[in-house]
């Protein structure tokens, strides 16, 4: 029901910040949450951060919650990723995803998510 589509990805020095974008588009209603998840390198994917549909509430995986910052810009139908401090660890493919579950609490489980965008590379050089 939603499209998905991830911007921003890039090569960037270790110590160097990127910001990612999720575009959401086509949808006839809306999911309740949106996440960003991501792959390193011969790695399982992993939860980076979520934010509901009205952007209020957020949250951030402990490993990268003081250098990922999560947000979402409803009017424009789409959310972001900023991320400071970029570490060779921080290397892999990011992805969007979006949730038409509803629950009382944040969606960190990739199970839980019904759509997913194509990724976009983020490369840390050391």
């Known amino acids: 029901q939603v499209q998905l589509r991830e911007f921003g990805g890039g090569l960037v020095p270790a110590g160097g910040s990127l910001r990612l974008l999720c575009a959401a588009s086509?949808?006839?209603?809306?999911?309740?949450?949106l996440g960003w998840f991501r792959q390193p390198p011969g790695k399982e994917r992993e939860f980076v951060a979520t934010?509901?549909?009205?952007?209020?509430?957020?949250v951030v995986a402990d490993i990268v919650k003081d250098r990922f910052t999560i947000s979402r810009d409803a009017a424009a139908d789409t959310m972001y990723l900023q991320l400071n401090s970029l570490t060779p660890e921080d290397a892999a493919v990011y992805s969007c995803?979006?949730?038409?579950?509803?629950?009382?609490?944040?969606?960190?489980?990739?199970?839980?998510?019904?759509?997913w965008g194509q990724g976009t590379q983020v490369t840390v050089s050391s």
């Open positions: 086509g949808y006839t209603s809306s999911p309740y949450t």
């Open positions: 995803a979006a949730s038409y579950r509803y629950t009382l609490g944040p969606i960190t489980h990739q199970d839980q998510y019904d759509y």
């Open positions: 934010v509901d549909w009205g952007g209020s509430s957020k």
